[in-house]
Nanobody, 114 residues
Framework: VQLQTSGGGLVQAGGSLRLSCVASGTIFGMNTIGWYRQAPGQERELVAS???????NYATSVKGRFTISRDMAKNTVYLQMNSLKPEDTAVYYC?????????WGQGTLVTVSS
């Protein structure tokens, strides 16, 4: 499975962006699929994920502002990011897990200006 990420860019604080992650194969069997981010000098952190059963999980810092969703027919996962803050600036990575196998998309840069 390959994960193709898109949707990053430059946005002002308070703005919105939507990231997309298209899987070359089905995402239906993935145990979880979601988004991580890595800011300069910081470790990669989980932003949001969704299980194959539809349960979602969010980092505390993005709860209420970000929404993860999926379109099974399109093998696509989305991350809608609203009320963006400068501290959301990072490279965002799509991630999928099938049991012990992890899949990563290429990163997409999100820059939030103050």
């Amino acid at each position: 499975v390959q994960l193709q990420t898109s949707g990053g860019g430059l946005v002002q604080a308070g703005g919105s962006l939507r990231l997309s992650c298209v899987a070359s194969g089905t995402i239906f069997g993935m145990n979880t699929i979601g988004w991580y981010r890595q800011a300069p000098g910081q470790e990669r952190e989980l932003v949001a994920s969704i299980t194959n059963g539809g349960s979602t999980n969010y980092a505390t810092s993005v709860k209420g502002r970000f929404t993860i969703s999926r379109d099974m027919a399109k093998n696509t996962v989305y991350l809608q990011m609203n009320s963006l803050k400068p501290e959301d600036t990072a490279v965002y990575y799509c991630h999928g897990r099938y049991w012990v196998t992890h899949y990563w998309g290429q990163g997409t840069l999100v820059t939030v200006s103050s």
